[in-house]
């Protein structure tokens, strides 16, 4: 009979305990939480440094290894132009490079046409080199290319400076807003409980872009005319979580 009761007390007691551990961790989970969660933003000029200017070079053949020293060949004269007018070779970089069977549909049925090969170089110009932009084009379409499009960019060195103060002033951004909602619910902002970065806004400014299959050299040699790069906005945005006391 004793051991019995002494059974029946250590399972209530269980239960008690597992009843008790469940109410405190549902009021931990479902209690309000003197918590702020606020976004900041910053916008900010930035400088770019860098002209690039992309290539296409487009070839066909009746089998793959056909499209692809046409292309070869197309692609090293491009090259040779480009080196001859004062660039360096890593200043020419292969943005990427496909080859595929290509298909037209006649009377209802699939017909191959061959093979296309298709290379995409990119020419990059800092800031001593960007009044060759012209003569860039210039080597570019003669050696047998097509311009796709000419941008405006940062490099990796001014896009890590730009983004380091774009947060910075996010983050301040977020303190200030935490601190102003606080203040208008009678309380004070404490400790930081987290922090995340959202977005660094920053994408290459374009100058000039192809409409079709073709481009227009004209187009793109007047579109960087007397070029001359200007402030542009880059963004920044944080999300932030302080205590509130």
Same mark, same amino acid.
């Given at each position: 009979?004793?051991?019995?009761?002494?059974?029946?007390?250590?399972?209530?007691?269980?239960? $008690?305990?597992?009843?008790?551990?469940?109410?405190?961790?549902?009021?931990?989970?479902?209690?309000?939480?003197?918590?702020?969660?606020?976004?900041?933003?910053?916008?900010?000029?930035?400088?770019?440094?860098?002209?690039?200017?992309?290539?296409?070079?487009?070839?066909?053949?009746?089998?793959?290894? &056909?499209? +692809?020293?046409?292309?070869?060949?197309?692609?090293?004269? /491009?090259?040779?132009?480009?080196?001859?007018?004062?660039?360096?070779?890593? @200043?020419?970089?292969?943005?990427? =490079?496909?080859?595929?069977?290509?298909? /037209?549909?006649?009377?209802?049925?699939?017909?191959?046409?061959?093979? +296309?090969?298709?290379?995409?170089?990119?020419?990059?110009?800092?800031? @001593?080199?960007?009044?060759?932009?012209?003569?860039?084009?210039?080597?570019?379409?003669?050696?047998?290319?097509?311009?796709?499009?000419?941008?405006?960019?940062?490099?990796?060195?001014?896009?890590?400076?730009?983004?380091?103060?774009? =947060?910075?002033?996010?983050?301040?951004?977020?303190?200030?807003?935490?601190?102003?909602?606080?203040?208008?619910?009678? +309380?004070?902002?404490?400790?930081?409980?987290?922090?995340?970065?959202?977005? $660094?806004?920053?994408?290459?400014?374009?100058?000039? &872009?192809?409409?079709?299959?073709?481009?227009? /050299?004209?187009?793109?040699?007047?579109?960087?005319?007397?070029?001359?790069?200007?402030? +542009?906005?880059?963004?920044?945005?944080?999300?932030?979580? $302080?205590?509130?006391?």
């Amino acid at each position: 009979m004793k051991d019995s009761i002494k059974i029946t007390w250590i399972i209530v007691s269980a239960v $008690f305990a597992i009843a008790l551990i469940g109410g405190l961790i549902y009021w931990n989970v479902n209690a309000p939480k003197n918590e702020l969660s606020v976004t900041g933003s910053s916008t900010i000029k930035a400088m770019p440094d860098l002209v690039s200017v992309y290539f296409t070079v487009d070839t066909s053949g009746l089998t793959a290894l &056909a499209a +692809k020293d046409a292309n070869s060949l197309i692609s090293a004269k /491009v090259i040779e132009n480009l080196v001859k007018i004062g660039l360096e070779r890593d @200043e020419i970089a292969t943005e990427s =490079f496909n080859i595929y069977e290509d298909f /037209v549909w006649e009377n209802g049925r699939q017909r191959s046409k061959g093979f +296309k090969a298709t290379n995409s170089l990119k020419v990059v110009l800092d800031s @001593e080199k960007m009044e060759k932009v012209g003569e860039v084009i210039d080597a570019g379409v003669n050696g047998g290319a097509m311009i796709s499009y000419i941008n405006f960019e940062l490099s990796t060195e001014k896009e890590n400076y730009y983004k380091a103060i774009a =947060f910075e002033n996010a983050a301040e951004d977020a303190r200030i807003k935490a601190e102003s909602i606080a203040s208008g619910l009678n +309380k004070e902002v404490g400790s930081l409980v987290s922090v995340s970065a959202q977005e $660094f806004g920053y994408r290459p400014w374009p100058l000039y &872009a192809s409409a079709g299959a073709e481009s227009d /050299v004209a187009q793109a040699k007047a579109a960087v005319t007397n070029i001359q790069p200007g402030e +542009k906005e880059v963004t920044g945005q944080v999300n932030a979580v $302080f205590k509130i006391v």
